[in-house]
């Protein structure tokens, strides 16, 4: 399992704890539920791809995200 760091707003996050916190659920574990929402709701986009296909493509999109999260403030995370 990788570590993944965003940056939200502090009334978003107050209000996110409390919620989980009302649920019984952790923020990582709303968070999670959200991506794989997120993910199922977008799996036809991958669909129609080859396997090889598939990795190009996925990185190819992915790229413009992973530059901003090359920066000198979380260079902590890279040796975990």
């Known amino acids: 399992m990788s570590v ?15 919620i989980a916190s009302i649920e019984g659920k952790t923020m990582g ?22 396997e ?4 190009r493509e996925i990185m190819g999109m992915s790229e413009p995200a992973f530059r901003e999260w090359d920066n000198k403030e979380d260079e902590i995370y890279n040796d975990m």
Do not use: P, W
């Open 52 to 55: 090889n296909e598939n990795v």
């Open 4 to 18: 993944m760091s965003i940056r939200i707003d502090d009334q978003k996050r107050k209000a996110l704890k409390v």
């Open 29 to 50: 574990g709303i968070v999670s539920e959200l991506i794989d929402g997120y993910i199922d709701k977008n799996k036809k986009k991958l669909s129609g791809l080859s």
